[in-house]
């Protein structure tokens, strides 16, 4: 099963924190988080950490965030790695520092090989960018021949920033926003979709196993409908 944790909104104002203090508790959510989906099986969990977008806040919140990512990068990693946990980061790299960047390539290659969760982190990550990379590197990628659409339909997911990643069963949106912020477009085409109340923070095991059972009791179609309907 594949999860996506959406954490991002304005949760920090929401729970009257400074916005560091409340990145900090973010982060502390982000660990309890990847804890519990492993235990509950999980096998594919995204947390939405920084989007493309979100360059638009005030130089220093994104400082104390690019220095909170150094941290959990350093800190966390080697506890991923002893839990099996497998990192992944999609996202333009090219508008982090050079020594995050060292820090996602070191953590990804320490932790390829593990097997019983891929935490998936998208930072600096837009979905129309994404998207649009894809379509413009399969269209480099054969500029000398034609593909049919049928081709380029088949070729266009492994293009996406998270190729060999299976799409996402289940979004989960926290602090009461329900809008889906540029995340995963494509990918989210027949995602079912959790809106939480509780702010990121705050969320634990518990909101998580609700959103579970929440998604279980769903009758998932694809777009189809059931012989008995006809």
């Known amino acids: 099963?594949?999860?996506?944790?959406?954490?991002?909104?304005?949760?920090?104002?929401?729970?009257?924190?400074?916005?560091?203090?409340?990145?900090?508790?973010?982060?502390?959510?982000?660990?309890?988080?990847?804890?519990?989906?492993?235990?509950?099986?999980?096998?594919?969990?995204?947390?939405?950490?920084?989007?493309?977008?979100?360059?638009?806040?005030?130089?220093?919140?994104?400082?104390?965030?690019?220095?909170?990512?150094?941290?959990?990068?350093?800190?966390?990693?080697?506890?991923?790695?002893?839990?099996?946990?497998?990192?992944?980061?999609?996202?333009?790299?090219?508008?982090?520092?050079?020594?995050?960047?060292?820090?996602?390539?070191?953590?990804?290659?320490?932790?390829?090989?593990?097997?019983?969760?891929?935490?998936?982190?998208?930072?600096?990550?837009g979905g129309r960018h994404d998207i649009l990379q894809a379509a413009y590197r399969l269209c480099q990628e054969h500029q000398e021949k034609t593909l049919s659409f049928k081709s380029f339909e088949e070729l266009f997911p492994a293009r996406l920033m998270t190729g060999g990643i299976p799409d996402p069963d289940l979004l989960i949106r926290t602090s009461g926003e329900q809008r889906i912020s540029n995340f995963l477009l494509w990918q989210c085409a027949y995602t079912e979709f959790v809106f939480s109340d509780t702010l990121w923070p705050d969320f634990d095991r518990s909101d998580l196993g609700a959103a579970l059972e929440e998604y279980a009791a769903r009758d998932?179609?694809?777009?189809?409908?059931?012989?008995?309907?006809?």
């Open 1 to 125: 099963m594949a999860v996506i944790m959406d954490g991002n909104g304005r949760w920090a104002a929401k729970r009257a924190l400074p916005r560091t203090a409340g990145h900090k508790q973010g982060a502390e959510a982000a660990r309890r988080v990847v804890k519990a989906a492993a235990e509950l099986g999980i096998e594919y969990l995204t947390l939405f950490g920084f989007s493309s977008e979100n360059w638009s806040r005030p130089e220093s919140e994104i400082r104390d965030l690019m220095n909170l990512l150094r941290y959990y990068l350093r800190s966390e990693t080697a506890e991923l790695h002893k839990n099996g946990a497998r990192l992944k980061v999609i996202g333009d790299r090219d508008g982090l520092e050079s020594d995050i960047v060292k820090l996602i390539e070191n953590a990804e290659a320490l932790t390829a090989d593990n097997q019983d969760i891929t935490v998936v982190i998208a930072l600096n990550y």
């Open 220 to 230: 998932r179609r694809f777009g189809a409908v059931k012989l008995s309907e006809g």
